[in-house]
Structure formats: C-alpha cells, structure tokens
C-alpha cells in the first residue's frame, strides 16, 4: 500500500522529470531547426563554390576577381570545412588551431563523412574536394539534455537529503521531548510508590512471605527507575563506559528470565573469554530488553531464546535469537523504521530506538541477521571492542 509520507517523494520525481522532459522536447526542436538552418548554408556554399570554380575555369588564367571572391566566400563561412588538393592535401577551417594543423584529425574527419555517404563538393586545384560539416553548437544543443538530466537528479538528491535531514531532526526532536517529558512524568508515582513500600516495610516486618513480595516491588520499582533514566537520557550524549558485554546482557536476560512464562527457555552462552566494551549501560540494557521482550511476543508462551557473543576482527558479535514467528526478509529493514509494529498495542518506536542507541550512541550496528518463518529469527549487533 502507497504510504502518505511518500507523497513527497512521488511530487519530487513528476517535477523533476517533467523538467527533464520539457527539456529534451525543447533541445530536440533547437537541434533540428539549427541542423535545417545549416543544411540551408551548406547547400548556397555548395552552389557559390561551384559557381565559383565553373566561372575560373572558364578564364585562362583564373580571373583574379573570381579568385578573392572565392577567397571570400570560403573566409566567411561559419562552418567547418576540409578542403582537398589533387595530391590528397587536407586544409582545415574553423576548426581549433591545433585541429587545423593535425593531418590525422582532419583524415579521420573527411572519413566520417564519407562513411556517412555523404558527397564533397568537386572542384579543382586546392579545392578539388570540399567536405562541409555541421557546426559544434549543434552537438552541444544534442548533448543539453543529458546535461540537463544530470543537473535534474542532483536537484532530485539535494531535495531528498535536504527533506529527509530535516525530517530526521525533526523526528529527533519530537523523541527526545517526548522521552524527557515521560522521564519527568514518572519521578511523581515512583517517589510515591517508593513512600509506600517503605510503609508496608514498617507494617509487615515480622511477616516474612509479605516481605519477599515488597522485595520484588523493590526491584520492579528500581527497573522504573532505570526506564525513567534511560528516557531521560534520550537527546543528550551518553556517558560509555568499559564493560563486560555478557555480564550485561546477562544481568537483563536474569530479570526478564523472573517475570517470563515457564515454557520459555533461555540458553544463553558466556563467550571463552571476557570481553569489554565502551557501552553506556542503561541503554544498552534497553537494547537488549527491547530484543528478548521481541522475542517473547513473537513465541506465544513457549520456546527457545537463546544468544551468542563472540569476537569478530575487531569488533563483538551478538546474536539474539528466537524460536517464534519469523520475520519476512522485506521487512529485514522495515522493522526498524518508526512507527512499524505487528502487535495490536504499541507505538512501533523499540527497534527504532535500539537502532539509534546502537548505531548514533555506541558506533555500532543493529540488523536482522535471518529469519525463517515460523521456524527461527536472528538478530545481530556489532559493537567495536575496547582497545
């Protein structure tokens, strides 16, 4: 389905295109009107030469009049032209000074046009062959067009990259208000549940089950506050610090692991050795968050999520994946555009938002590694390693 915020797009490229169009159309109309214009003056040369040398042969000794007059009429005509002697000599005009001089220029020339079956003009002497040629400028008018073109899609690009920057930075704006704006909003019931549990505290002290259940609130408040950060954190430049990568992915996969149906597996394997990262952690941690949690709305109660990390070159290779749904390879790229989600509820903004924290924030890259429908989906990150 044609999506509205393509509307642009379409707009831009009739524009450009009708540009385009209307300058060929105006190109090939000069063309063929300068081209008629000078077959008009080849043909009145052809008949003054001809005349010309008629008359002079007409006089014994080549009547000097006759002689400027000829002299005259090949000076002043505007196009080029070769002419040729009796011993094969060529003679170029207007043609550039170094034209004029190259015999092998002037060779391959008179062979074009007699390649194109076209006929000199006979004559005798040093004219015994003259060849007329069409001017430059009509080659030039021939070639506009592609000019033209070229011109056309750099305003095309120029207007895509202007759009889609201003776009993007608008984008940029409207999220980082809006997660500062939600960071804010959630400091108020947090500080008040946080009042609270230290009341229930206070009133079931001696009641140890009580208190195991006012520990995992602790906890679930705590995972409050760190969302509350990372939101606020969204606009301003992070702080990356070294880190264990599979400590930290660990320490989420634990959290998730609590809260997430028992028929979920989680097999996730710690790499041979450890390895660093400069990574800022609470966003870091939401990356992965945003994956597992993925993961676990694609599988409907049951299967296997499982991760690998590993060193590639010089770089850390994480491998998120799921045994759920499966993404179609089109949506590869899709997945990570605001806005896309295939869940009923949700804003479609978590892969986007790991996008930009991986690739903006840690230098790194996110992307959908496979995906078999049904079957498995593998999602790959690639951080560059300490040192």
């Keep these: 389905m044609f999506n509205k915020n393509n509307y642009w797009k379409l707009i831009l490229m009739v524009i450009g295109a009708t540009i385009l169009g209307a300058t060929i159309i105006y190109s090939n109309y000069l063309a ?4 008629a214009n000078e077959e008009k003056n080849i043909v009145l040369y052809t008949k003054a030469i001809k005349e010309l040398l008629i008359e002079l042969g007409k006089t014994e000794n080549n009547d000097e009049a006759y002689l400027n007059f000829l002299t005259m009429v090949r000076d002043t005509f505007p196009l080029p032209v070769i002419s040729e002697d009796e011993n094969g000599n060529l003679e170029g005009q207007n043609f550039s000074e170094k034209e004029i ?3 092998e220029f002037l060779e391959r020339k008179k062979q074009a046009f007699l390649d194109e079956g076209r006929i000199p003009i006979s004559g005798s002497g040093y004219a015994t062959n003259i060849y007329c040629f069409n ?8 070639l506009f067009p592609l000019v033209q073109g070229l011109l056309v899609g750099l305003y095309i690009a120029l207007g895509y990259f202007l759009f889609s920057a201003s776009r993007r930075s608008e984008q940029n704006r409207v999220w980082a ?8 909003q959630l400091g108020t019931p947090i500080s008040a549940i946080l009042g609270w549990i230290e009341y229930l505290k206070d009133n079931f002290a001696d009641q140890p089950d009580k208190m195991d259940v006012l520990k995992e609130l602790t906890k679930d408040v705590d995972r409050l506050e760190l969302v509350a950060d990372r939101f606020s954190k969204i606009g301003s430049d992070p702080i990356l610090q070294p880190a264990d990568i599979f400590k930290e992915i660990n320490e989420v996969k634990e ?3 609590r809260r997430s149906p028992r028929k979920i597996i989680f097999d996730f394997n710690p790499p041979e050795h450890e390895i660093n990262v400069m990574i800022n952690k609470h966003l870091f941690a939401w990356v992965i968050e945003n994956l597992i949690r993925n993961s676990l709305d694609a599988m409907d109660g049951k299967g296997i999520i499982s991760c690998k990390v590993y060193k590639q070159n010089n770089y850390v290779i994480i491998e998120l994946s799921d045994t759920g749904h499966g993404i179609p390879s089109n949506k590869f790229k899709s997945v990570f555009s605001p806005g896309y989600s295939t869940k009923k509820r949700g804003w479609g903004l978590g892969l986007s938002l790991s996008k930009r924290i991986i690739e ?3 230098k790194g ?3 959908v590694k496979s995906s078999k ?9 690639r951080l560059p390693i300490t040192g």
Excluded at 32 to 35: A, N, Q, R
Excluded at 375 to 381: A, K, P, V
Aim: hydrophobic share 25%; charged share 30%; glycine share 10%.
């Design 360 to 362: 903006e924030y840690h």
């Design 373 to 381: 429908p049904g079957e498995e989906t593998t999602f790959g990150i």
């Design 32 to 35: 063929e009107k300068l081209k």
């Design 365 to 367: 890259k996110i992307y």
């Design 101 to 103: 001089r190259n015999q």
């Design 135 to 142: 001017s430059p400028l009509l080659g030039y008018i021939k």
């Design 255 to 257: 959290y998730l692991e």
């Design 177 to 184: 208000g809006m997660a500062k704006e939600t960071a804010h």
